[in-house]
């Protein structure tokens, strides 16, 4: 794209003004054309993350409209017919799911189901001919996400992650930041997040739907920040799981977990996750400085300061940032970007369950 328009587009999407990182994921970009047909979008599971983040994002879309919805809530469908025009035809339940690939309308589904209906629902959608864009984590074991992958590519349909911070200009300046050296080499990095769970009987803290705990949950935004601002895949990991300090809300999964990733240059990351604690942050040391993000990963405002004063950059609502810019790389021929492909999201499966695997061990050393 010529540099003007990248900037338009940028312009149009609320992202203007930040500086682009050094893996761009902005390169295949080609600017909507008014006239141009959007793709049609399918959500499925219609719970807090699809109603009130991505259904919203969605809203004045230049590449994207809801043109189906999968439930296995009757109660919910009328009001998003109504906000959508969605036709009976594109309503589907978890059970009559497999005829979307009637449907011309939809093009691409998107997976807010709990955790580990990740995995049937890909590979359901990537039979059916249909695109995915599943949420975070991709599955709860790394088996789950490497077959996901698989049908993926046996199906030929393409398959990203909902990682919305890797479309949004906070933490896209703290990438550019390490991967440029901007405060020299990275040293350490401490990163915790956490919050307090409410509902007991919620699929969070079910192990089978779940597959863990606030590691799985939330953890895995500073490991995915760690890998991003470092460049940097971890060699090994150490990690002791905290205090049960209410052992009927955590019988299934971690309350909370402390964790140790190291880097081959010799960066080390220091990390904590719970579900009794409020706490988001991300602090990197440097040899020539520092830089921070607090709150670092929630759905904002973010806010973020480095030894050369604060940041200032637009603040985005995350998931219209994320699908402005994932619409261009559905449209695209090619292939989705490393950055918010499967492949990534497989890259944290393997770290987060080496982390259960060395906590479940006493803290021994897992070598990656
Ligand atoms: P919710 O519990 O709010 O919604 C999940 C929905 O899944 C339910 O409303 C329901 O929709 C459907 N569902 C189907 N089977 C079950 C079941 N057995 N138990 C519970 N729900 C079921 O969860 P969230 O929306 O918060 O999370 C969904 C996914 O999105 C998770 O993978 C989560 O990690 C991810 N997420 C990502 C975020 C991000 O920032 N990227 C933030 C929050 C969540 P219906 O009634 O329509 O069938």
Redesign the pocket.
Known sequence: MEKDSRRDFLKKMGLAGFAMPMVSQFQNIKPSNKNAKKLGIAL??????????VGVGLEQSNFWEVKG?????PS?IPDWKKKWGIEDKNVF??ENFDKISKSKDIDVVY?????S??REFTERAAKAGKHVI????MATSVEDARAMIKACEENNVKLAI????HFEPFNLEIMKFGREKTFGDITFINSDFGFKIGDPT???L?KK??GGGPL??VGI?SIQATRYTTGEEPVSVSAQFGPVTDPSRFSEVEESVHYQLDFPSGVTMSGFTSYKTNVQRFNVACNDGWFELSPA???GPLKGKTSKGEMDLPIVQ??HAQMEGMGPLFMSDKPIPSHCSGEEGLKDMKILMAILESAENGGKKVML
């Open positions: 499925v599971g219609l719970g807090n993350y699809a109603t009130n983040r919805i999968v439930t296995g809530t919910k339940n978890y997976i807010c189901l709990p955790n209906m990740h599943c949420e975070k984590p909902g990682y919305r911070l919620q699929w969070r079910n739907l779940a799985m949950d935004y990963f929630g759905y995350h998931q």
